[in-house]
């Protein structure tokens, strides 16, 4: 089983959560960023203008992520912006879940949108 999506342009891990303090109790705490819930809103969109040509990969898979260069600045690395794309496949089901990815890669190159993602069932090699 194979499958290829196109998606919004993902957020980075490191912009995704801010801490902050509860303004009653004063304890740290975890808050969304407005980036992921846009990625979100965003992927839904376009997950359901693509769901009928997606399939569900059982098990463990492999996938490669492309993200949109023309979208690229200086200072951006790409490799932390495939942990919320990874979420979002497994929340609509394309995906058992992210943990079973037995690899995954990433690089700069051409799509419609912010990122296109392809996930490929792995099929582990008789011993």
Not at 19 to 29: E, Q, Y
Not at 76 to 103: C, S, T, W
Not at 120 to 126: H, W
Request: aromatic share 12%; charged share 25%.
């Amino acid at each position: 089983m194979t499958f290829v999506i196109e998606l919004p342009w993902p957020p980075s891990v490191n912009d995704a959560n801010k801490i902050g303090k509860n303004r009653k109790t004063g304890k740290p705490v975890v808050y969304g960023n407005q980036h992921m819930v846009k990625f979100l809103k965003d992927a839904d969109i376009l997950y359901l203008a693509q769901a009928k040509q997606l399939k569900f990969v059982p098990g463990e898979f492999t996938y490669h992520l492309t993200l949109n260069e023309k979208l690229r600045s200086p200072l951006m690395d790409g490799d932390n912006r495939g942990k919320y794309v990874l979420d979002f496949l497994q929340r609509v089901g394309l995906i058992e879940n992210d943990k079973l990815a037995h690899g995954g890669s990433w690089s700069w190159g051409a799509c419609e949108f912010g990122c296109r993602v392809i996930v490929k069932s792995y099929e582990r090699e008789a011993a």
